[in-house]
C-alpha cells in the first residue's frame, strides 16, 4: 500500500564460511581468505532501499541479483549459527556463521529442499514444548494446490471451514495480550489451538485485532523497522510489518509460511492504471491439509480513511484462506505460481479485470455485468447488473448524484441504467447491504468508470424519484402483492392509469404525486391520486395533471399505530402527450370510509348548469344526499350502488353527505366537487 523508505543497517559480523543453494547449482565457499577477515562495521556501512508497502528490496542494483523476501538476522555467538531462510520464488539460502579461530564443518547435504534445518514448532497434543516438524519444508506451489479460474461461484474459501467452530478460540486469540517475545506469544495461543487450521486461524486472529496499520510511517517513509519483534512491541506496521510476523508466528508454531510480495489495488488504486516497478504490498501463504492457501492479515485487520490518515480496526474475514480466483481481483504476486490459479492470469488481465470490492462477496454477490471497470455508454446510457445469492438492497451514486438513473431490484440481484449528463468520465460506486441487517449503513461493493460520448436530452428524471424504483421483493414483503405494472416505468399517453396490488397487511396506505414541473402544491397533487380498496385488492386511480414525468410515491403505517407514515417504495410515470390536463378527484372528508368507492363522477370539477349522475358504493348508509343550491336524495340499487342525478345549476361546490344511522338527525359530509365558472 504505497512506497516508503527504510534504511538497513548492516550488523558487525564475521563471515568465514558461506553455503548458498541456488535451484540450478551449488556453490560452496569454504574459508574464503581465511586470514583476512570480513567485518563490516554497522556505523561506518549502511545501505539505502526503497521500499513499497513490503519494504521489498528497491536499491538500484537489477532484481535478478537479489534473493527477494531474504532475511537473515545476523547474532555474535560463540558457537556455530546455522542460518536457514527461503524467497518467494522456494530457493532456501544456509549461512554458517563461526567465531574466530574455530575450525568450520562442512555441510554434507546441499540441495533445494534437502537438509533443511528444521524449524522450531509448537506441535503435539498439549503443545508444551518446541519440538521438531518434519512437514515444515517450504515448497513451490503444485498441480495438487491450484483451482479453477474464473471462480466457479461456490465458496470464498480456498478450503471448507465452519466458521462456527472457530468462536471460542477467535474470542480467546483477539484477547491474548504477550509482548514479551514472539515465542511466548505464539505458545500462549497454541493454547486452545490443536489442528494446524486452528493454529494458523489463532495468529491470524491475533494480529488482525492487535497490529495497526502504522498510516504515520506511510506517509512519512520513516525508518520505523517491520522486523516481527518490533512490530510485536509497537503493535504497529506496514503490509512488510504483518506479513512478516504473521510468517514468523507461523514457523514457530509448526507451519509453513511464506511471505509474498507483488501488485495490490488497494489504497490509491485508481480503475484503469497499469503497474510497473517493483512491488507494493506483501501478504502470505500458508501451507494446511496438503495444499498451499492465501490470506491477507493488513486487510484482515481494518482500513484507512481517504487521506490514509486514520487507521480504523474493522475486522474482515474475507481475506483468511481467501479462494485464489478471488484473491487474484486484488493482489497480483510476483511469481505467478503463488496465484494458485489454473489458468494464471497476465498483468494485462490483472489491470483490465474487473474490481470487486470484498463486500461484493462477503453480502453473497456472485457476479456483475459487464465484468470490466471501464464501460463504454451507448447513446448515453450505460446498464449494470448483478447477481447474488440472495436478496439485498442497493443504491448508486455518479458523481455524487443519484439524479441520472433508475435502479430495479431483483429478487437475487439488481439492474441499473445511468445517463450521465455530460461527456467524459464519470466515477460510479454502486452500494448494498444486507436486507436482513438492522444496520442502516450501505457499503460500496463495486466500482465504476463510465466513459461518455454523447448525451440523451430525452433522458430527465424528477428529482423526487428515489431508488430502487418500482415493486421488488422488498415491496412484497412490505405488504404489496401481484403487481398489476411489474416494472418501474409506466407509460400513459392519456394522462391515465391504475394500479393495483393484493395486500397481505392490514395497512393504512398513503400515496402522493410528485413533479419538478408541477406548480401545484402537495395536497392538490394527492387529489390526482383516488385510493379505492376492495377486500385485499387496492387500486390506485392516477389521473395526471399535465404531461411530463411523474413520481408517484407509496407510504404506509399500522391501522392501529397513531404515528407516521413510512416510505415504501415509487414508480416513475411518463406521458409525453402536451394535451393532457386532468382535473383533480373530489375532496374527501374524515367520515369517507376506507371501503367506499365512487364511479361516477370522478372528477372533482363538475360542469356548470349540467345534470350530473352520481353513482356510489357505501357500506352502512341509512341514506344518501347530494347538497348544492338544491338538495337531491340518492337512492339504494338492487346492485348496491346509491344513485341519482344532480343539477349543478346555480352551484360552486356541491357536497355529499350521509345519514349513517336512521335514528340520526344529522348529517356527515363525505366528499365535495367544484363547479367550473361560467
Given amino acids: 500500500m504505497g512506497t516508503m523508505e527504510f534504511r538497513q543497517d548492516a550488523s558487525s559480523v564475521t563471515i568465514d564460511m558461506l553455503l548458498i543453494v541456488h535451484p540450478e547449482k551449488t556453490t560452496t565457499v569454504q574459508n574464503v581468505q581465511r586470514d583476512r577477515q570480513m567485518e563490516i562495521s554497522a556505523s561506518h556501512q549502511k545501505q539505502d532501499y526503497q521500499v513499497d508497502g513490503n519494504a521489498n528490496n528497491r536499491s538500484g542494483q537489477p532484481r535478478e541479483n537479489h534473493l527477494r523476501g531474504l532475511q537473515v538476522e545476523t547474532h555474535t555467538s560463540e558457537q556455530t549459527q546455522v542460518i536457514t531462510s527461503y524467497t518467494n520464488e522456494g530457493t532456501h539460502v544456509t549461512v554458517e556463521i563461526h567465531p574466530r579461530n574455530t575450525t568450520p564443518q562442512l555441510l554434507k547435504k546441499f540441495s533445494m529442499g534437502k537438509g533443511i534445518r528444521k524449524l522450531p514448532s509448537l506441535t503435539g ?83 488482525c485485532h492487535h497490529i495497526e496499520y502504522d498510516v504515520v510511517e506511510y506517509h512519512n517513509k520513516s525508518q520505523r523497522s517491520s522486523k516481527p519483534m518490533d512490530v510485536l512491541q509497537t503493535g504497529k506496521s506496514i503490509c512488510e510489518g504483518y506479513a512478516g510476523l504473521f510468517e514468523q508466528m507461523c514457523r514457530i508454531a509448526g507451519i509453513q509460511c511464506m511471505k509474498l510480495s507483488g501488485y495490490s489495488k488497494g489504497y490509491g488504486y485508481k480503475i484503469g492504471q497499469t503497474f510497473q516497478g517493483d512491488s507494493d504490498h506483501a501478504w502470505n501463504a500458508v501451507y494446511l491439509d496438503g495444499r498451499w492457501h492465501l490470506l491477507d492479515s493488513t ?125 467524459g468520465k464519470h466515477k460510479l460506486e454502486v452500494f448494498a447491504k444486507p436486507h436482513k441487517g438492522s444496520e442502516d449503513l450501505y457499503n460500496c461493493v463495486l466500482e465504476y468508470t463510465l466513459e461518455c460520448n454523447s448525451v ?55 400515496a402522493s404525486l410528485h413533479s419538478d414541473n408541477s406548480r401545484l402544491t402537495e395536497d392538490e397533487t394527492r387529489r390526482h391520486i383516488m385510493q379505492i380498496h376492495r377486500g385485499t385488492q387496492i387500486e390506485f386511480k392516477i389521473h395526471l395533471p399535465h404531461s411530463g414525468n411523474f413520481v408517484l410515491k407509496i407510504y404506509t403505517k399500522k391501522k392501529a399505530d397513531p404515528g407516521n407514515y413510512d416510505y415504501i417504495f415509487n414508480y416513475l410515470i411518463s406521458c409525453p402527450n402536451i394535451e393532457v390536463k386532468w382535473p383533480v378527484f373530489p375532496q ?62 346555480g352551484c360552486t361546490e356541491v357536497f355529499v353527505m350521509v345519514l349513517e344511522n336512521a335514528n340520526h338527525t344529522f348529517y356527515s359530509h363525505i366528499l365535495k366537487y367544484e363547479v367550473e365558472t361560467q
Fill in 125 to 207: 497434543q498439549d503443545n508444551k514444548g518446541f519440538q521438531e516438524n518434519k512437514n515444515s519444508r517450504p515448497r513451490l506451489p503444485t498441480g495438487k494446490d491450484l483451482h479453477a479460474y474464473p471462480w466457479d461461484k461456490s465458496s470464498l474459501k480456498s478450503m471448507p471451514l465452519d466458521l462456527q467452530k472457530f468462536e471460542k478460540l477467535d474470542a480467546y486469540a483477539s484477547k491474548v495480550s504477550v509482548k514479551s517475545s514472539i515465542e511466548e506469544l505464539v505458545r500462549t495461543l497454541l493454547q486452545q489451538a490443536r489442528t494446524d487450521l486452528e493454529k494458523v486461524r489463532a495468529v491470524w486472529m491475533w494480529i
Fill in 299 to 423: 486487510w484482515g485487520s481494518g482500513s484507512v480513511d481517504d487521506s490514509c490518515r486514520k487507521f480504523t480496526f474493522r475486522y474482515n474475514e474475507f481475506y483468511f484462506l481467501t479462494h485464489p480466483a478471488l484473491f487474484i481481483n486484488n493482489h497480483f504476486p510476483e511469481n505467478s505460481n503463488w496465484q494458485l490459479l489454473k489458468p494464471t492470469l497476465t498483468l494485462k488481465e490483472f489491470e483490465n479485470n474487473m474490481w470487486h470490492k470484498s463486500n461484493f462477496y462477503t453480502m453473497g454477490m456472485l457476479c456483475a455485468h459487464p465484468n470490466t471497470s471501464i464501460i463504454q455508454t451507448v447513446n448515453g446510457k450505460a446498464a449494470i447488473s448483478v447477481e447474488s445469492r440472495s436478496p439485498a438492497l442497493f443504491m448508486f451514486k455518479m458523481k455524487g448524484t443519484k439524479e441520472h438513473g433508475l435502479m430495479t431490484l431483483k429478487k437475487n440481484g439488481m439492474k441499473l441504467e445511468v445517463y450521465p449528463q455530460m461527456t
Fill in 456 to 510: 440523451d436530452k430525452n433522458i430527465c428524471f424528477p428529482k423526487d424519484l428515489h431508488q430502487p424504483v418500482g415493486p421488488s421483493w422488498f415491496t412484497e414483503r412490505q405488504g404489496f402483492l401481484k403487481p398489476s405494472h411489474p416494472d418501474p416505468i409506466i407509460h400513459t399517453n392519456d394522462g391515465r392509469c391504475s394500479i393495483t396490488f393484493t395486500m397481505s397487511k392490514d395497512l393504512s396506505v398513503l
Fill in 588 to 649: 374527501y372528508y374524515s367520515k369517507w370510509a376506507e371501503d367506499y368507492e365512487i364511479l361516477e363522477p370522478l372528477s372533482g370539477l363538475l360542469p356548470a348548469n349540467r345534470n350530473v349522475h352520481f353513482k356510489l358504493k357505501l357500506h352502512g348508509i341509512a341514506k344518501v344526499f347530494v347538497q348544492g343550491e338544491n338538495t337531491c336524495p340518492l337512492t339504494l340499487s338492487k346492485d348496491g350502488f346509491w344513485e341519482g342525478t344532480f343539477n349543478t345549476s
